[in-house]
């Protein structure tokens, strides 16, 4: 069963040569790895080349203008062949190699559409200790219009279920993840399965949490997620998210 890995970049010299070794370092075979470049000039091109040979023609990649990330993450779906779809951002990396190999068995279960799981969020300055643990045990549907959603980097489905259900909007501003994930769990109903794995290490410092201008941002993007789903929330509502996120903090 082909895992097919997208990753968007843009400017990403910094940190994507670890999310290529991350890949690279997956125990699972049959894996797919599609870069979706912004057209960067910042070097990246050059680890995204000189990385490709060690994929054995299992790296997919263009480079050329995009409308920004969820933009590029359609292209790399569009571009998938496998039969699982997931998505590591070029500032993340697995957390483990066998990442994939658990993940892949469940998809056995000919009724299940996904999987998810958790994540953890370190500083570059100390890449061994977590700073935030993001669990998604206790996701359900219902507490999509408080704000609540399965860790992103984490969640692998079918390919066919972006078939059915479309791809990322690309209006939105910071929002469009929690969107689909609205769109999926409430509009198409798919069935998907926790499970009790740490997925990805994500740096700190993304954009839906860098100041409280993208904050903001954030809370009105995911009202409008939900509300274009047919959910009722409201700016309140979705705020209940950030107190929680007090409690996932590693001090």
Not at 121 to 150: A, E, N, T
Not at 193 to 211: C, E, H, I, Q
Request: charge should be positive; aromatic fraction near 12%.
């Amino acid at each position: 069963m082909k895992v097919s890995i997208i990753t968007a970049t843009f400017n990403s010299v910094r940190t994507l040569n670890e999310t290529i070794k991350s890949v690279l370092a997956q125990t699972y075979a049959d894996i797919e790895y599609i870069i979706v470049d912004g057209a960067s000039t910042d070097g990246t091109l050059d680890i995204i080349q000189k990385s490709a040979p060690l994929f054995g023609g299992r790296l997919k990649w263009l480079s050329e203008r995009d409308g920004g990330i969820y933009d590029a993450m359609n292209k790399g779906i569009q571009m998938a062949t496998g039969e699982i779809v997931g998505i590591l951002n070029s500032d993340d990396y697995f957390t483990s190699n066998d990442v994939v190999e658990r993940l892949v068995p469940y998809f056995v279960e000919k009724s299940l559409d996904a999987v998810y799981g958790d994540i953890h969020f370190i500083h570059d300055v100390q890449p061994d200790k977590c700073v935030r643990y993001y669990s998604s045990k206790k996701f359900s549907p219902m507490w999509l219009r408080f704000g609540f959603m399965p860790a992103h980097p984490s969640f692998y489905c079918r390919r066919e279920v972006f078939e059915k259900a479309g791809l990322y909007k690309t209006d939105y501003a910071i929002g469009s993840d929690y969107e689909m994930m609205v769109r999926l769990f409430m509009k198409h109903h798919v069935k998907a399965k926790y499970l009790p794995l740490d997925f990805v290490t994500m740096r700190t410092g993304g954009a839906s949490t860098r100041n409280a201008k993208s904050r903001l941002q954030l809370i009105k993007d995911d009202v409008r997620g939900c509300r274009e789903n047919g959910i009722y929330t409201n700016a309140l509502m979705i705020s209940v998210k950030f107190l929680y996120k007090i409690f996932e903090l590693r001090w």
